[in-house]
């Protein structure tokens, strides 16, 4: 994690308890071939390397029907990161931008998200393209891509919703 003397000209952090208001469970690893942040990708890109996303095994069945789908949504903890910057600056030139201006990895909550080309899934192992993230990084969660999902017929008056 970086230090808060790593600040570039005219970034401000803020100062923070620990977090302690919710506890995610982390339901796998994804592997991919950047062990360092500087070689990662920006943002995945559905022609990139395969990678895989490695699911705990209490999680294989709920990939049932996953396969239905040419593309995913992924959700991961971008572990390496720090939590604290109000204000960032991506060029390091010192011209700044809000956090949440920004898809960087530095973030109060450091969820990153991918839509992946989903080719196979094996024994719990999904071998994807796309991704942009560190070898090694948290699973959050998985979902089908909301483009390619089936919505349900509109909600008529008196409907719960469900989902
Ligand atoms: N596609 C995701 C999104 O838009 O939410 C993440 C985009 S973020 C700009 C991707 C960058 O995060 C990578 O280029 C790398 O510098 C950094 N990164 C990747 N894995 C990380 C990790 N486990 N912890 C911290 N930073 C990470």
Request: with cysteine.
């Amino acid at each position: 994690m970086a230090s808060d003397t790593d600040l570039r000209q005219n970034e401000k952090a803020t100062a923070l308890e620990p977090a302690s208001d919710a506890v995610l469970r982390f339901i796998g690893t994804i592997r991919t071939p950047w062990t360092d942040r500087d070689d990662c990708p920006r943002q995945g890109r559905l022609d990139g390397p395969e990678c895989r996303i490695v699911l705990n095994p209490e999680w294989h069945e709920a990939l049932t029907g996953l396969d239905n789908y040419e593309t995913v949504e992924v959700l991961y903890w971008l572990d390496q990161s720090r939590r604290d910057l109000v204000l960032q600056s991506p060029k390091s030139d010192g011209r700044i931008v809000g956090t949440f201006a920004l898809r960087s990895p530095v973030r109060p909550n450091p969820i990153g998200t991918s839509i992946v080309k989903l080719e196979r899934i094996e024994n719990g192992t999904l071998f994807v393209r796309g991704l942009d993230c560190l070898d090694g990084t948290p699973l959050v969660d998985i979902k089908p891509n909301r483009c390619d999902f089936t919505p349900k017929a509109p909600p008529k008056p008196g409907d719960g919703q469900t989902d």
